[in-house]
């Protein structure tokens, strides 16, 4: 099946701790993006990716960090520098260019023991 | 001011009735845009997509007005399944990014 995973769905962190949430797609998408949504709230850009090897803050990037080593892949890692990391985690994928619009992966929920 | 600005609502309504939310966004530049449906504790779904004056697709109809930038989404004949948070989204093409509105949140009751 064609789509976007993300594992875990559910993610504890102790204090202190780095953990990483994947994000996969096998729809030959460009871009690749991660969100934050906290309880009741809009969606918040982390980063986004446009292409291989290159990777973009967004608007809440302290506290976090990514890489895209493979069109596939665009793990996000929580650092310990996040001090209020407990949310709901979306990663989305599209095609650059044209008028194409983005599609979403179940999620991760993170919380913080 | 936000870029795409959103009634967080919620909107309550009854079975059967006709419901509208408006959205509107400050970038000009905005040349596409879509509506999306989010189910609670789920991920955004896309519902439509609003390329020209308008689109629609069975009870849901989605209205564009570039000259006030604002768009629209009506719901006929609400059914309880609807009841969800509905986000508006601007594409940027020159940015290539997508805003995203804060949810209109929709309640059908029995």
């Known amino acids: 099946d064609g789509g976007i995973t993300q594992s875990p769905k559910y993610l504890f962190r102790k204090e202190g701790q780095n953990v990483t949430l994947s994000c996969e797609q096998n729809l030959n998408h460009d871009a690749m993006y991660w969100y934050r949504q906290d309880p009741g709230q809009g969606l918040r850009l982390i980063y986004y990716?446009?292409?291989?090897?290159?990777?973009q803050k967004g608007d809440i990037a302290e506290g976090y960090s990514v890489s895209r080593e493979k069109k596939e892949s665009f793990p996000l890692t929580v650092t310990s520098a996040q001090k209020n990391p407990t949310a709901f985690y979306l990663c989305?994928?599209?095609?650059?260019?044209?008028?194409?619009?983005?599609?979403f992966g179940p999620g991760t929920r993170l919380l913080v023991l | 001011r936000k870029e795409v600005e959103q009634d967080p609502g919620p909107f309550n309504v009854p079975e059967g009735a006709t419901v509208a939310f408006n959205c509107t966004y400050s970038n000009s530049a905005s040349q596409s845009f879509f509506w999306y449906r989010q189910d609670c504790r789920k991920e955004p779904k896309l519902l439509m997509s609003v390329y020209s004056s308008g689109n629609e697709d069975g009870r849901f109809t989605a209205q564009l007005n570039r000259a006030s930038q604002y768009i629209s989404l009506l719901i006929r004949d609400s059914k309880l399944s609807d009841s969800a948070t509905y986000l508006c989204?601007?594409?940027?093409?020159?940015?290539?990014?997508?805003?995203f509105g804060g949810g209109t949140r929709l309640m059908v009751k029995p």
């Open positions: 989204v601007a594409h940027n093409n020159a940015g290539n990014m997508l805003t």
């Open positions: 990716s446009q292409i291989v090897n290159d990777f």
């Open positions: 989305a994928s599209r095609l650059t260019g044209g008028l194409e619009t983005q599609y």
